[in-house]
C-alpha cells in the first residue's frame, strides 16, 4: 500500500494528532527522521472501531531527496504497541 492511500485512512482514523520531531539527520540524498505522535482515535483504523482512546507512537522514517522531492520513503513504527493501546491485542507482562 502506497503512502497516498495510507494517509488518507490514517488522518480520518486520528483526526486529532500532533507529531513532533526527536531528531532529524540529513547526509547526501538521504534525510532520516524520528518522531514520536499522539492522537486520539475517533475513526476507524485496520478494522478497528473508534475507541475515543488517547494513544502515543514513535517511528522513524528515512527518506531519500532526488530533485527536491521524495521518491523512496522506508523505515519502522511499533504498530503492535498502537494496537495494544486501542485494546486490539493484549498486553504482555
Request: glycine share 10%; net charge negative; proline share 2%.
Amino acid at each position: 500500500m502506497s503512502f497516498k492511500q495510507v494517509a488518507p485512512a490514517f488522518a480520518a482514523a486520528f483526526s486529532e494528532s500532533w507529531f513532533t520531531i526527536e531528531t532529524i539527520i540529513s547526509e547526501g540524498d538521504l534525510v532520516a527522521i524520528h518522531c514520536s505522535w499522539r492522537g486520539t482515535h475517533q475513526g476507524e483504523y485496520l478494522g478497528i472501531a473508534a475507541t475515543g482512546k488517547q494513544v502515543t507512537e514513535t517511528l522513524t522514517r528515512f527518506y531519500r531527496i532526488v530533485e527536491g522531492r521524495i521518491v523512496e520513503m522506508w523505515g519502522d513504527e511499533n504498530v503492535h504497541g498502537l494496537l495494544q493501546q486501542l485494546g486490539a491485542v493484549p498486553q504482555l507482562g
